[in-house]
Structure formats: structure tokens, C-alpha cells
């Protein structure tokens, strides 16, 4: 069965930085597709960026330049490091196993002063 479960978010400064984990497990991790979405209150889920196996695909035009995904394999992890954090940055966010399409269950990010 696959799980993924995120971790690291919490409430920061504007400017601030966080890196988010997703472990995932019950999957060959090395061959699937992982994102990152975000959702902040009252709007609809939104993607942020997508890693194959290759490396990172793209990033959405909100976050490019601050945000950047990575992951390592050996410890079926895929992360998320965030710079310069916005208020607006402020969401839910969620790793997806994009090739099965499973989601974990999203960690919150509070970007405030």
C-alpha cells in the first residue's frame, strides 16, 4: 500500500525559508513521478512543481526563482526547499505520487509576521 507523509511545514517570517519532506513508502520510488501542490484557504489546489526521475520539470510561475524541489532516492524522500516566503505562500502543501496518483495527507505552511 502506498503512503506518503509530509513534513516541515510550520509558521515563519516573510523572507523565512522552510524545507518540506515526503517520505513515501509501498512504491518502487525511484522510477514514479512526484509533485508538490499547494492550497491556500478558499481556493482551489494549485501545482507548484513536478520531479521525475530526471530531475525538476518546471515550477509555477509564483514560486520560480524561490522554490526548489530535489529528492534522494536511497531514502524515498522527495523535498521541497522554500525561500523568500510570502505571506501569500501561505497553504496546504502536498506531495502526489503523480504516476499513481495518490496524495499525502498535506502539511500546513503559515508565512507571517
Known amino acids: 500500500q502506498v503512503q506518503l507523509v509530509e513534513s516541515g511545514g510550520g509558521l515563519v517570517q516573510p523572507g523565512g525559508s522552510l524545507r518540506l519532506s515526503c517520505v513515501a513508502s509501498g512504491t518502487r520510488f525511484s522510477i514514479v513521478n512526484m509533485g508538490w501542490y499547494r492550497q491556500a484557504p478558499g481556493k482551489q489546489r494549485e501545482w507548484v512543481t513536478t520531479?521525475?526521475?530526471?530531475?525538476?520539470?518546471g515550477y509555477a510561475d509564483a514560486v520560480k526563482g524561490r522554490f526548489t524541489v530535489s529528492r534522494d532516492n536511497a531514502k524515498n524522500t522527495v523535498y521541497l526547499q522554500m525561500n523568500s516566503l510570502k505571506p501569500e505562500d501561505t497553504a496546504v502543501y502536498y506531495c502526489?505520487?503523480?504516476?499513481?496518483?495518490?496524495w499525502g495527507q498535506g502539511t500546513q505552511v503559515t508565512v507571517s509576521a
Open positions: 502526489r505520487l503523480i504516476n499513481l496518483n495518490y
Open positions: 520531479i521525475t526521475n530526471s530531475g525538476p520539470t
